[in-house]
């Protein structure tokens, strides 16, 4: 391309500079939320595998006591014992 003055070619490199800068911003942008969208899965992922293994121990889990508890009979037969 051929320039008729030196301000011309000076403007056209100008621009070129600010299209360059310009695509080096939207890609860090795009990168930022592409690396926050991963670790919203991630998180995501975790925070359900603790839920499922939360329910397995709920479900096997022996029971403390060998009977049902009633907080009121347990009560009473505590202050009969002593």
């Known amino acids: 391309m051929?320039?008729?003055?030196?301000?011309e070619k000076e403007a056209d490199n100008g621009?070129?500079?600010f299209k360059d800068f310009n695509n080096f911003i939207n890609m860090k942008i795009k990168t930022l939320f592409k690396t926050i969208f991963c670790a919203g899965l991630v998180l995501t992922l975790v925070l359900y595998l603790c839920h499922l293994y939360g329910n397995y121990i709920e479900?096997?889990?022996e029971p403390i006591t060998g009977y049902t508890y009633n907080g009121f009979e347990e009560k009473v037969t505590i202050r009969v014992q002593i």
Not at 2 to 7: D, G, I, L, N, V
């Open 59 to 61: 479900k096997t889990q």
């Open 15 to 17: 621009e070129k500079i």
């Open 2 to 7: 051929q320039y008729k003055t030196f301000a």
